[in-house]
């Protein structure tokens, strides 16, 4: 049988159409697999939507439930009758209320022991029975980033619902939702084909829809929208720039895309090239156009969503508005451009950043000598005086294009528009390039700083971020993040490991700290104040003056410390596609240094593979479960007796020595050969001829211990194995 579902509403936002019909099909393939209406398999299923209308299609759906033979379960046996075997109230309650007398009742073997209890079949209910509820608790359950009221206020939808089709076959499935009833009529495009009328059937709504100038299909709209839109910008010899989003967004906008092209005075050409770009993408929803030799024509792609007889007037209404947006433009790039970036900086103070942490000057300040920190550490200044003074330079510019017009009426040009303005001045292009990097990475996959001025402006910006937002309690939860920390910290792992940086993560968190410590203190200081002023109020007392807060510095970094593990273990099993207990087991080896933790993160990979792993995984897990408990005690060498002992200790002092050059390289896949070609076997020896915990002899199994304990410290250098599941484990 075929079904299908329209929710009828007014415009929906585009972006929240494509996930609503994910959890549509989703939700609709788990409850009819529950309600034995066959498998997601065996259903075939589709989406549709447009702004207007949310459609769900699905084929061969079964007349009927599946019967459903079910075991029902009652009391134990000795529970269910009596000593002289006759049935007690409780097993005649139960017989009861599955309607059989307790004659009926047969003896199962169950997990729990011997019950009463009898095999029962369901006969299954028809499908146009079923749907009903199963519709309501589908359409109930769907979510939206946001939800409107309407009426009484007891409904919540992403838009007020106006109608609803539901059909199986030619029969109405009838149910309500939102105060509206089920039936099969549907309506066509607003504004040229505006009436109601019914479908006739599932198979025959696309069609109609069709001839009411609505494309339901969003995938087919979608690849009328491109190919219509190529073929305009080839009357001009141009090719579109591509952009995926907002071809998605057009799709979602329209329920019948017409592209048509538009033009704009050439002056205009003279804005760069992301301005305009941005003016027509973000504020107009128009695809830019480029020229054969990829710069921009004066030319642009504007979809309609309603069909008219004359183009000419459509066109001229969006040529009209893009004008008046690109002469905003061109005003404020004109007015920003005489002002230079500098005179711009001590301005920043009027700015505020945040209100514990101060405004942007003194945040600038800050990022500027946490820059040249990270840089003397890395050594990048040192064939190159003048790259202290390019980062320098670019810190004390990277905030500044916030007070241009520009970046006021387009905030998504900030950084851009650094860059341009840092150039039109005559900086150095290397410096204006770090304060457009500055910026990067915006999101998972995005590009990184290509150059090291930038990245080193980048890493500083968020690290400053992190610090003081953490210092003065602004941490993110499960349901906000408005500083966008995550990404933030993100941001940072992403630049050490794309530049391949090794930095110790808890330097930069304490330099960070510090360069924020007057800030928070002050910030902790006030709070304190305040909690001691409400206690003292609630206590009709007077309030105890505080002057001084404990030190909160350690506390902090650990804070930092923990998001940053909680973000890194986030990233290595999402991009190197890790097994989660190979993450856990890096990590707890040190994550100090993140490129160094994601290259041994590789090796241990890559040698989790070969069969010597499992054995030097179990070698290490003896290793460490017999020295759990130990407390130290410094090895003698002179108290070794056993052979089997003294030729590990022997083992030991001639691997330990190229090991530990193998780690300082960083040639973690020879460090691990190591280990298992010289450390396994006298290890396994070790433990079949020794007897480490000797009862009689504390002083001996204390050496023994202090051996072994040398012995795991080579391996805790690369990973902790005991977080390992090996093969045949539990």
């Given amino acids: 049988m075929d079904f299908l579902l329209e929710i009828g509403c007014e415009e929906i936002p585009a972006g929240f159409i494509e996930p609503a019909l994910r959890f549509m099909s989703a939700g609709f393939a788990r409850r009819i697999s529950e309600a034995r209406l066959g498998s997601h398999d065996a259903v075939k299923q589709r989406t549709m939507g447009t702004p207007r209308r949310l459609v769900l299609f699905a084929n061969e759906l079964p007349e009927r439930q599946a019967d459903l033979d079910e075991l029902l379960i009652g009391p134990r046996v000795e529970a269910a009758f009596d000593a002289d075997g006759k049935p007690t109230r409780a097993c005649e309650g139960f017989a009861r209320s599955k309607g059989v007398d307790p004659a009926q009742l047969t003896v199962f073997e169950t997990a729990k022991g011997r019950a009463v ?49 539901a059909l199986l076959d030619n029969q109405v499935v009838p149910f309500s939702f939102m105060g509206v009833d089920s039936n099969r009529v549907s309506r066509g495009h607003r504004f040229v084909s505006p009436e109601a009328f019914e479908i006739e059937s599932p198979g025959a709504y696309e069609s109609q829809l069709s001839e009411r100038q609505v494309v339901v299909d969003h995938e087919k709209r979608r690849h009328n929208l491109q190919e219509a839109a190529r073929a305009a910008v080839e009357e001009i010899n141009g090719k579109l720039v591509e952009d995926a989003a907002l071809e998605e967004e057009n799709t979602f906008l329209t329920e019948k895309a017409l592209p048509l092209l538009g033009r704009f005075d050439e002056r205009f050409l003279n804005l760069p090239r992301e301005v305009l770009i941005v003016a027509m993408r973000n504020h107009q929803r128009y695809f830019s156009v480029e020229k054969a030799d990829g710069s921009l024509a004066n030319a642009f792609v504007a979809v309609a969503n309603t069909p008219v007889e004359d183009q000419a007037v459509i066109r001229h209404g969006f040529e009209r508005v893009l004008v008046a947006r690109l002469s905003d433009a061109e005003f404020f790039f004109e007015t920003d451009k005489k002002t230079r970036p500098e005179d711009l900086f001590l301005r920043l103070g009027e700015m505020v950043f945040q209100a514990s942490l101060g405004n942007y000057l003194e945040k600038s300040q800050r990022i500027g000598k946490l820059a040249l920190m990270i840089s003397g550490k890395l050594g990048l200044a040192k064939d190159e005086p003048e790259f202290d003074e390019r980062v320098s330079q670019a810190c004390k510019l990277s905030k500044t294009d916030l007070l241009t017009e520009m970046v006021g009426e387009f905030p998504e040009l900030q950084g851009i528009m650094g860059e341009v303005y840092a150039s039109h001045a005559g900086y150095d292009g290397r410096v204006a390039r770090a304060v457009r990097e500055h910026y ?213 002092l001639a691997t330990a020595p190229e090991f530990e050059k193998m780690i300082k390289a960083r040639d973690v896949d020879g460090s691990l050969d190591l280990l298992a070609r010289e450390l396994r076997g006298p290890v396994d020896r070790f433990f079949d001829k020794v007897l480490v915990n000797d009862p009689d002899d504390p002083v001996r199994q204390a050496n023994r211990k202090a051996l072994l304990s040398m012995i795991e410290k080579l391996f805790g250098c690369i990973a902790d194995f005991t977080r390992l599941q090996l093969k045949g484990s539990n």
């Fill in 440 to 652: 990067l990475p915006r999101f998972h996959a995005d590009a990184i700083p290509a150059s090291d001025e930038g990245a080193l402006v980048a890493l500083a910006d968020r690290l400053d971020t992190l610090a003081g937002c953490f210092g003065v309690g602004l941490k993110p939860t499960a349901a906000a993040d408005p500083y966008g920390l995550r990404r933030q910290c993100l941001g940072v792992i992403a630049i050490l490991q794309g530049k391949s940086y090794h930095l110790s993560l808890d330097w930069m968190l304490r330099q960070a700290v510090e360069l924020n410590r007057e800030k928070v203190h002050a910030a902790r200081l006030s709070d304190a104040r305040e909690r001691e002023r409400k206690k003292a109020a609630r206590k009709k007392r007077q309030a105890v003056k505080i002057d001084e807060i404990e030190p909160f510095e350690d506390d902090l970094i650990h804070e930092l410390h923990e998001f940053f593990r909680g973000r890194l273990r986030q990233r290595l099993l999402e991009d190197e596609g890790a097994k989660s207990d190979l993450v856990d087991a890096v990590l707890a080896a040190g994550m100090d240094d993140v490129l160094d933790t994601r290259d041994r993160l590789r090796s241990l990979g890559r040698f989790f593979n070969r069969s010597a792993f499992e054995d030097l995984a179990v070698a290490f897990k003896r290793v460490a479960n017999i020295i759990k408990d130990f407390d130290g005690t410094e090895l003698k060498p002179e108290l070794l007796s056993e052979p089997e002992e003294e030729k590990l200790y022997k083992v030991y």
């Fill in 117 to 165: 209890g009898l095999q029962h079949l369901v006969t299954g209910k028809p499908t146009l029975d079923i749907l009903p509820g199963l519709l309501e608790g589908l359409l109930i359950e769907l979510s939206f980033p946001k939800s409107m009221r309407w009426g009484d206020g007891s409904n919540r939808f992403a838009r007020p619902v106006h109608w609803i089709v």
